[in-house]
């Protein structure tokens, strides 16, 4: 799993201090360091993406469990896998949750500085209560499916 993460640099400039950046997380499963152009590979080209690499802040040193849920689950709550007690993806229908007191990145900030979130995607943290699903946990709204592999 590989997380991304852009931060606008036009909150940087003088003339819009008065407006917080945008925030986007990438977040990908089976997504290698040189399988996007900006890292350098030149098998796939992965020029939006590249594009907002260059404009903004990217993370270049981060480590991520070896498989989705647990990956998941410390990057929205920011406690390591051994304080999450997700250690193994979540199957299809299972009653496993990522625990609902834990606040998540979405909710702190929505709290700490008003951001409005959304979320497309795989969640995979849980999906046999409202409030496991993204939308009971911090994102204004959420494009996507609750568990693991998708057959398109």
């Not at 945008?22 to 997504?31: G, K, N, P, Y």
Request: aromatic share 12%; with cysteine.
């Amino acid at each position: 799993m590989t997380v991304l993460c852009v931060v606008s640099v036009l909150s940087l400039l003088p003339f819009a201090t008065s407006r917080p950046p945008h925030i986007v997380f990438i977040v990908s499963d089976d997504l290698g360091f040189n399988d996007v152009s900006f890292h350098g590979s030149n098998q796939i080209g992965t020029p939006n993406i590249d594009a907002i690499a260059a404009d903004g802040i990217t993370l270049m040193n981060y480590h991520v469990q070896p498989v989705c849920s647990p990956s998941r689950a410390t990057f929205m709550s920011g406690r390591h896998v051994i304080h999450t007690g997700i250690y193994m993806p979540f199957r299809q229908g299972t009653p496993l949750r990522l625990n609902l007191s834990y606040s998540l990145l979405p909710q702190y900030l929505r709290r700490c500085c008003n951001y409005s979130s959304h979320m497309v995607g795989k969640w995979h943290l849980g999906q046999n209560v409202l409030a496991a699903l993204p939308t009971g946990r911090g994102f204004e709204t959420y494009l996507g499916y609750w568990s693991g592999a998708e057959d398109y």
